[in-house]
């Protein structure tokens, strides 16, 4: 994913996590239609149609549903989201794809936050 081809403060990216992946990928390919495209164990992108924002299916333990929104200044954005009542899960870091922190809102639901 190249956070550069999407608007900043826009949903860019999903993450959809959870045990025993291959039904995942059946489920979302077959309700759904969305290319699902495994990339080794526990990882998948998945590619839906038009315009709408691609993500990936990831392994874990429970399942739960994550959106990535890009932002024009990632520290700032993490900075902001503490001062309004979040917290941090992960700090800034580099991937080697993009970089990316994540952050909960103060109902504990977790964002990434996408660099621009």
Same mark, same amino acid.
């Given at each position: 994913m190249t956070s550069s081809a !999407?608007?900043?403060n #826009?949903?860019?990216h999903?993450?959809?996590f959870g045990p025993e992946t291959g039904r995942l990928h059946d489920f979302y390919a077959g309700v759904?239609?969305? *290319?699902?495209d495994a990339r080794g164990p526990g990882y998948a992108l998945? !590619?839906?149609?038009?315009?709408?924002?691609?993500?990936?299916?990831? *392994?874990a333990e429970r399942g739960g549903l994550t959106i990535g929104i890009v932002v024009a200044d990632i520290d700032a954005a993490v900075a902001a989201a503490v001062k309004r009542g979040g917290s941090v899960v992960m700090?800034?870091?580099?991937n080697g794809w993009?970089?990316?922190a994540q952050v909960a809102d103060p #109902?504990?639901?977790?964002?990434?936050?996408? #660099? #621009?």
């Open positions: !999407h608007t900043v #826009a949903v860019a999903f993450d959809v759904f239609g969305w *290319e699902v998945v !590619h839906t149609p038009g315009d709408t924002p691609d993500g990936a299916i990831v *392994e700090p800034p870091t580099d993009v970089v990316k #109902a504990g639901n977790r964002l990434s936050l996408i #660099a #621009a």
